[in-house]
């Protein structure tokens, strides 16, 4: 079962505008499967994480209904046919 | 020529003429191997300097040893033919293998990879093909790709060819422009050099028509051909070409260099990413075939004319761009640009015979400088943010402030202040920033604290005269000077009170809201604090209190007079707790004797409840005669005038919150675009006829 990456408009420019990206190899942490994700489609890396590597201040990502905030960051475990979604904060001005 | 003995190689068979020469298939008697021998034709206008070109440049490249890359083994004169020996290929060319409907997509991917594979060889050694194109590349029975004709290459940075008349490619065609046109990048069509990303961008060319039969760009003359590599987007390509792959023939294809990938490399990492087939995509969505460049085509766009006016305008929400002519009465609106984002700095820069603008974009998704040559039409949107702190600072970039134009005979020169607090410069034109170190790592830095909007660096001046020279404004770390270029700063604050701060005057820590110069007087800067106005007249070694009759010495914006260096402008605002114009009128202020007195400038400006901040970058001047000066507020509005100050004019209103205001006159400002109209045109809404005198508002101290 791939790993599915649902990709928000404002990314969609850099991935040749599909909202959805499936990974099929088996990644085992949101970190593997977000490099996959960047090498397929770079663009995308750096306007999801920061130089550093760390995930911006403002974007959330959820694997199913959990914010991986809360369940570890990006050494949080990818199990298959898990459904990820990269959201901008509730934020701003 | 057959049975002919050049170097130790005896001419067997014809096997090809093209226009630079003919190939034979030869035999080496030294070493017992088949040979392919190109011998230059004698007509092909090669003089002496050329002569001696070629064979540089084909014994530079006789070094890349690769799998993937013709080997060049020898290159040789004989009674004054040049001669090249090299591995000899059999195989078939990918351009006839194309011929169709292109190649299935796992050919392609496999066959790009090894095309990528060699670029990557010969870019790390510092030479570019310049002539890709599928009739130079041969597959062999094996399918292993051969790239040819590396030894036409350009040998970047090795100065011994200046342009592209002087290139070798140049022999095989009339034109001074080298290479193929359908294979060519609008760079090097726009007459500027070819490096290794036109290189990246022919392969792009290559894996299209590789993978269609059909080039991207196509035409029945060279000029349209030409005209649609330089404006047009290919066709989409769809299924069997997996989106992966036409996602990076598209990036290859980015019409400025810096849209691509930079390396050869990187090429050949996403091929084979795609390759790999660990990674499939779902099936496409409506938007599959979105340009790669960012193309805002729900935005107005202005028609920018020699001898237009602009204003720039940076807000919270994105930027606009206001046009207008020398008249200065009538504007067209243009945006917004970059919907959503914040627009902390936008600046035109006409250096270099371009018509570029830079803008700063900051967004839940990073901050990144970019740019546009067709005044806002199209916009950079680089894959990778080009203004990254270096890994082992352990920072990241937040925001970029300013952006400082390097010195007019330093066109490709640029300096970002970004927050937090460092600066970036670059000497390429924005292709690669670095950090300057000198003032990262600064003793002081730690002890820098943030202001209201963060600690941020956001004001750079340069001396026009002294090329080392260069002042910096934090907030909250002071003024810093460096007078060798970027590599010893000093803190340079002695005099500026901090009102926050137990010691009123430290060495460092003010927070410095603005600072300004008159080129015409470099020793003399102006300086508005958190609370205080100041002047320097010898290089900020001290500053002296010129805060003679304002209401506030509280504020943020500050305008030097482009013609006259007594003269500055700035914007008072009540306090630090309360950051509105003082008692709800909107008065800018002007000094003609350096500070020692200062005249409210308010005809036309509202004088009733017009709570109102100007923000330290939202004011800016033009160059005519008599000087406009224009100004936006935190809440929408722009304001102008076109006699110095003296009365003002509402350009728009309801705009997002004003971060930025610059100008721009396209084209030089030569006498015939100098406004010829009267000084009187402005019918002020608002007459004040006495000035008012309070007593300057200050903190109490």
């Given at each position: ?11 969609r420019?850099?991935t040749?505008?599909q909202?959805?990206?499936e ?10 499967a977000l ?15 920061t130089?550093?590597?760390q995930v ?29 979604s ?8 | 020529?057959?049975g ?5 190689c005896r ?11 003919v190939?034979?298939r030869?035999y ?8 392919a021998?190109?011998?230059?034709k004698k007509?092909?206008?090669?003089d ?5 070109r070629l064979?540089?440049?084909a ?17 040789g ?17 990918l ?24 670029l990557a ?9 310049r002539?890709?194109k599928t009739a ?18 350009k040998?970047?940075g ?15 065609k ?5 290479g ?15 490096d290794?990303r ?15 039969g ?5 035409g ?9 590599i ?8 769809g ?10 023939i598209?990036?290859?294809?980015a ?7 930079q390396r050869a490399g990187e ?12 990674i ?8 599959q075939n979105?340009p ?7 935005v107005?766009?202005?028609h ?19 046009r207008s002519?020398a ?18 700095a936008?600046?035109?820069?006409a250096?270099?015979d ?25 916009w950079t ?17 937040k ?8 010195r007019a ?22 292709e ?33 005269a ?14 810093y ?5 970027g ?6 604050n ?27 007087r470099?020793e003399?800067?102006?300086?508005q ?14 500053w ?8 506030s010495?509280?504020g943020?914006?500050m ?31 002007r ?7 200062w ?8 004088q ?16 005519f ?9 935190r ?7 076109r006699?110095?100050?003296?009365t003002?004019?509402?350009?728009l ?12 006159i ?6 015939h ?5 009267p ?8 007459q ?10 200050q903190p109490?101290?």
């Amino acid at each position: 079962m791939p790993v599915t990456f649902h990709i928000p408009g404002a990314l969609r420019e850099f991935t040749a505008g599909q909202s959805r990206v499936e990974i099929a190899h088996s990644p085992k942490t949101l970190a593997d499967a977000l490099s996959a994700l960047c090498t397929l489609y770079p663009g995308v890396q750096d306007r999801i994480t920061t130089e550093q590597g760390q995930v911006r201040e403002h974007i959330n990502i959820f694997i199913g209904d959990e914010n991986v905030r809360y369940t570890g960051g990006l050494a949080t475990p990818v199990s298959a046919g898990s459904e990820i979604s990269i959201v901008p904060a509730v934020s701003g001005g | 020529m057959i049975g002919q003995v050049l170097g130790h190689c005896r001419v067997v068979a014809k096997i090809g003429e093209g226009g630079m020469g003919v190939v034979y298939r030869a035999y080496d008697e030294v070493l017992h191997r088949d040979v392919a021998l190109k011998v230059v034709k004698k007509d092909a206008r090669l003089d002496a300097t050329s002569s001696h070109r070629l064979l540089h440049e084909a014994r530079a490249s006789s070094a890349l040893a690769h799998p993937n890359i013709c080997t060049i083994h020898e290159v040789g004169e004989n009674e004054g033919e040049l001669y090249i020996v090299m591995e000899l290929v059999e195989g078939k060319s990918l351009a006839a293998m194309s011929a169709g409907a292109g190649l299935a997509p796992e050919s392609v991917l496999r066959y790009g990879v090894q095309i990528a594979s060699a670029l990557a060889r010969a870019h790390d050694r510092g030479i570019v093909h310049r002539d890709l194109k599928t009739a130079n590349i041969v597959i062999t029975a094996d399918g292993l790709v051969k790239v040819l004709d590396f030894g036409l290459a350009k040998q970047v940075g090795s100065g011994i060819v200046e342009g592209p008349t002087g290139s070798f490619a140049s022999i095989e065609k009339t034109s001074s422009v080298s290479g193929t046109l359908p294979y060519m990048a609008p760079e090097i069509l726009r007459g500027e050099a070819a490096d290794q990303r036109s290189d990246l961008w022919a392969l792009g060319v290559v894996l299209y028509e590789a993978a269609s039969g059909q080039l991207p760009f196509e035409g029945r003359t060279g000029f349209e051909i030409s005209s649609a590599i330089l404006r047009e987007i290919p066709n989409p390509l769809g299924p069997p070409v997996p989106p992966g792959l036409w996602a990076i023939i598209q990036r290859c294809l980015a019409k400025e260099s810096i849209q691509r990938y930079q390396r050869a490399g990187e090429v050949q990492a996403a091929l084979e990413a795609v390759q790999s087939a660990a990674i499939v995509s779902a099936s496409p969505g409506p938007d599959q075939n979105a340009p790669r460049t960012t193309v805002l085509h729900s935005v107005r766009h202005v028609h920018v004319r020699k001898g237009d006016f602009l204003l720039l305008v940076g807000t919270t929400k994105g930027a606009f761009i206001l046009r207008s002519n020398a008249q200065r009465k009538r504007w067209e609106v243009g945006g917004p640009y970059f919907h959503g984002h914040n627009v902390y700095a936008i600046v035109y820069d006409a250096r270099g015979d371009q018509h570029r603008i830079w803008a700063s974009t900051q967004s839940y998704w990073g901050a990144l400088l970019r740019s546009s040559d067709d005044f806002g039409k199209s916009w950079t949107n680089p894959q990778q943010a080009p203004i990254r702190f270096p890994s082992d600072t352990g920072v990241s970039l937040k925001n970029i402030w300013q952006i400082a134009l390097g010195r007019a005979d330093e066109p490709n020169v640029l300096y970002c202040g970004v927050e937090p607090a460092a600066i970036f410069e670059t000497r390429d034109a924005g292709e690669t920033w670095s950090l300057v170190r000198g003032l990262f790592d600064h003793p002081h830095r730690p002890r820098w604290m943030p202001g209201n909007g963060g600690l941020a660096l956001h004001t750079i001046v340069l001396d026009p005269a002294d090329h080392q020279r260069m002042y910096v404004a934090i907030s909250a770390g002071g003024v810093y000077r460096t007078n060798d270029g970027g590599r010893i700063w000093t803190a340079q604050n002695r005099g500026i009170r901090a009102t926050t701060m137990p010691d009123k005057y430290p060495e460092f820590g003010q927070c410095v809201h603005k600072i300004v110069m008159h080129p015409a007087r470099p020793e003399r800067l102006f300086l508005q604090s958190h609370w205080g106005l100041y002047r320097s007249d010898n290089c900020a070694e001290n500053w002296v209190d010129i805060a003679n009759g304002v209401p506030s010495d509280f504020g943020f914006a500050m305008l030097t007079h482009p013609k006259n260096p007594e003269c500055v402008y700035i914007v008072p605002v009540e306090s630090d707790e309360f950051r509105c114009t003082c008692d709800g009128r909107l008065r800018v202020y002007r000094t003609r004797n350096s500070g020692a007195s200062w005249e409210p400038l308010m005809r036309g400006l509202p004088q009733k409840r017009a709570y109102e901040t100007v923000l330290r970058d939202a004011i800016t001047a033009d160059a005519f005669d008599p000087v406009g000066i224009y100004f936006g507020t935190r809440s929408g509005q722009l304001f102008g005038s076109r006699d110095e100050g003296r009365t003002w004019l509402k350009i728009l209103e309801g705009l997002p919150s004003v971060v930025c205001v610059r100008n721009a006159i396209v084209e030089d400002a030569s006498s015939h675009l100098r406004p010829t109209m009267p000084r009187t045109v402005l019918v002020p809404s608002h007459q004040t006829k006495s000035r008012p005198k309070s007593k300057t508002r200050q903190p109490k101290r």
